[in-house]
């Protein structure tokens, strides 16, 4: 447990080593300040994403930070990190000792009850709420194990009766948890539940959940959870920007009925893969050739990483606070996203990510 001594960690210095490389075509310098400056008080974690816009004002950035309780964050987060101390903006504020609570409870015991069911907790922060003394997230998305097989329905019971709750301080009421259980049952023929994402903030009650799912499997799942005639034509869109990518994940929202809104979001491990992808983005007007361009020379890893072996260095935040700054990022594009509203437009996002590695010693 840290003492009142313990250094406070910070995530300042993991943001200005991503600054300068942070394409302003996306990114605007403003929105890049914005984040520098709220990330004063926040804790470090050894994954951070940005959600920006393929069109649009490049100033509306998101912040997003990945709690994990293998990199040390969630220690920091929930208070039993032993040497890094939180923020006192954050550690005084309702909105972060609620999700410091949860994070003891998902993950300080080793043989917690909850702790099999979640593996990671991603906060996002909207640009709105980033200034003042304390930047407070508006969305959290719980990353599942896999709910394939007869353990699915426990572990949709236990965020829906237990996890959820906990994080919005308020019960799901009966309509919703019996639509988001009979949804993940529906879609499991053809998808399994990836993330589970709730409003902190937002006045949005909808609950989403994050499938799997094969790109030609898109218009079956969307049929089996229920959304008619918008399931095949909301398949064929995506095969269009899909092209031949196989990750994919489709995102619904639930409250006490289904949709509106549908997102799908395309995944591309490879840099050729990410070229294709936005050159169709771009085709749709869904993306600007400007934007596209700036958008390649995100993805770089550090020269150092080449020829190093993957044992000497390491995910887990350093104890010494003045090494904080020292973490080797690894800059990806994570996924782009399309929305597909009920009007039949469409609204295109891209999440850019930077994994830290620190070497060990």
Not at 24 to 42: D, H, K, N, T, Y
Not at 121 to 132: I, Q, R, T
Not at 279 to 294: D, I, Q, Y
Request: hydrophobic share 45%; with cysteine; proline share 8%.
């Amino acid at each position: 447990m840290p003492t009142a001594s313990s250094p406070v960690a910070s995530l300042a210095p993991q943001l200005a080593k991503l600054a300068p490389h942070l394409p302003p075509e996306i990114v605007s310098p403003a929105a890049v300040a914005q984040m520098q400056r709220a990330a004063g008080p926040l804790f470090p974690a050894s994954g951070v994403g940005f959600e920006a816009r393929l069109t649009g004002d490049p100033s509306h950035v998101d912040l997003c930070v990945r709690v994990s309780p293998k990199d040390g964050s969630a220690a920091i987060l929930g208070g039993w990190h032993g040497d890094h101390a939180l923020a006192p903006p954050l550690a005084e504020d309702t909105y972060w000792q609620r999700l410091s609570r949860l994070s003891r409870l998902l993950w300080a015991a080793d043989d917690g009850l909850l702790k099999p069911f979640v593996n990671r907790m991603g906060l996002e922060l909207d640009k709105g709420d980033l200034d003042g003394a304390c930047a407070r997230p508006s969305i959290v998305f719980f990353d599942l194990p896999d709910t394939d097989g007869p353990n699915s329905a426990g572990l949709v019971r236990t965020l829906t009766d237990i996890v959820l709750p906990l994080a919005l301080e308020k019960s799901l009421g009966k309509v919703q948890r019996r639509l988001i259980a009979a949804a993940v049952a529906a879609a499991a023929p053809v998808a399994g539940l990836r993330h589970i994402g709730a409003s902190l903030r937002r006045p949005d009650p909808a609950v989403r959940l994050v499938f799997r799912v094969p790109l030609a499997g898109i218009a079956e799942c969307l049929t089996r959870l229920g959304f008619g005639e918008r399931a095949g034509p909301i398949g064929k869109g995506a095969s269009i920007i899909g092209g031949d990518l196989t990750e994919i994940s489709l995102q619904v929202d639930i409250t006490e009925t289904l949709g509106p809104r549908v997102g799908v979001e395309f995944h591309a491990s490879k840099a050729e893969d990410w070229i294709g992808l936005l050159r169709r983005l771009t085709m749709h007007g869904l993306c600007s050739v400007e934007r596209a361009v700036a958008l390649a020379g995100w993805q770089r890893a550090p020269a150092e990483l080449v020829d190093m072996p993957r044992d000497s260095y390491s995910t887990l935040l350093p104890s010494d606070p003045a090494r904080l700054g020292q973490g080797m990022p690894v800059r990806l594009l994570n996924h782009a996203k399309v929305s597909f509203m009920p009007d039949g437009s469409l609204e295109a996002k891209i999440y850019l990510y930077a994994g830290f590695v620190w070497l060990r010693g």
